[in-house]
């Protein structure tokens, strides 16, 4: 069975750096678009990136470009987001996504406050 597993969620200062990682399993990762999105308080869940499986090719939200970078290992079935210059207003309940079938993680918190 498809299972997403997220970690790395902490409480970070603005202007902070973090990584948050997703361990995949029960399917064969590679070919898979993966995504990140994140569910800010009273806000709907939005998407943050993406990243193909076969080529890599990525989208980033407008807000985001610059400073978070998503990646993917391929090998250890692991996604990755590295975040950067992170703001108050990006608190939120951050969700790994293999986009293809809709399978969801169950979501870490980031905090970004001083």
């Known amino acids: 069975q498809v299972r997403l597993v997220e970690s790395g969620g902490a409480l970070v200062q603005p202007g902070g750096t973090l990584t948050l990682t997703c361990a995949a399993s029960?399917?064969?990762?590679?070919?898979?678009?993966m995504g990140w999105h994140r569910q800010r308080p009273g806000q709907e869940r939005e998407l943050v990136a993406r990243i193909d499986g076969i080529s890599a090719i990525k989208y980033y939200e407008e807000d985001v470009k610059g400073r978070f970078t998503i990646s993917r290992d391929n090998a250890k079935s692991t996604l990755f987001l590295q975040m950067g210059a992170l703001k108050s207003e990006e608190t939120a309940v951050y969700f790994c996504q293999r986009m293809n079938g809709n399978y969801w993680g169950q979501g870490v918190q980031v905090t970004v406050s001083s």
């Open positions: 029960g399917f064969d990762f590679g070919p898979y678009y």
